[in-house]
T-cell receptor, first 108, second 115 residues
């Protein structure tokens, strides 16, 4: 069974800071997902990546398959980035296993 | 707007009552999922379906049932509500094509309290 660990659990940053959230997993995978859960509860898929790096606006996701590690970076953070960020990896078949999430708060 | 629609958004049940959480998607996705989210925990898979007429158990299926009579709809049934089922429930779907290349679409969630 794939285990997913995220760090940190909680993160508070000042507006404008560069933010890094980490995700480690125990079993080799084909792809990793990063999700964002808004304060209102809705969940949005941010990235799905299997190698290298992907960028969308101020968000950058990287993955190192050999080290079983992925990072989500936010550049020039803004209070609207405050959310829970969740990584997820395949658990066999058609299922995912999810990390517990990183609670990010960006203060103005 | 295309997406996953969940109803209701909030519900309070008494112990022993039954209810159905509705989930519908209009993207012609074959794969649909029900998750529950408890405070401080990752999403846990309750049931999933890979197409109409096909369902399977996830990690935490006890106390729940599902059906998938159409591609669009995937309702989740709670027969005898228990306090342990107090949680936020999310429905999700994805395309069957090249799993690694396509993301999931989530509903907005149902916050259920059993008292």
């Amino acid at each position: 069974k794939n285990e997913v660990e995220q760090s940190p659990q909680n993160l508070t940053a000042q507006e404008g800071e560069f933010i890094t959230i980490n995700c480690s997993y125990s079993v080799g995978i084909s792809a990793l997902h990063w999700l964002q859960q808004h304060p209102g509860g809705g969940i949005v898929s941010l990235f799905m990546l299997s190698s290298g790096k992907k960028k969308h606006g101020r968000l950058i996701a990287t993955i190192n398959i050999q080290e079983k590690h992925s990072s989500l970076h936010i550049t020039a953070s803004h209070p609207r980035d405050s959310a829970v960020y969740i990584c997820a990896v395949p658990a066999g078949g058609n299922k995912l296993v999810f990390g517990a999430g990183t609670i990010l708060r960006v203060k103005s | 707007n295309a997406g996953v629609t969940q109803t209701p958004k909030f519900r309070i049940l008494k112990i022993g009552q039954s209810m159905t959480l509705q989930c519908a998607q209009d993207m012609n996705h074959n794969y649909m999922y029900w998750y529950r989210q408890d405070p401080g925990m990752g999403l846990k898979l309750i049931y999933y379906s890979v197409g109409a007429g096909i369902t399977d158990k996830g990690e935490v299926p006890n106390g729940y049932n599902v059906s998938r009579s159409t591609t669009e709809d995937f309702p989740l049934r709670l027969e005898l509500a228990a306090p342990s089922q107090t949680s936020v429930y999310f429905c999700a779907s994805r395309s069957e094509r090249a799993y690694a290349n396509y993301g999931y679409t989530f509903g907005s969630g149902t916050r259920l309290t059993v008292v």
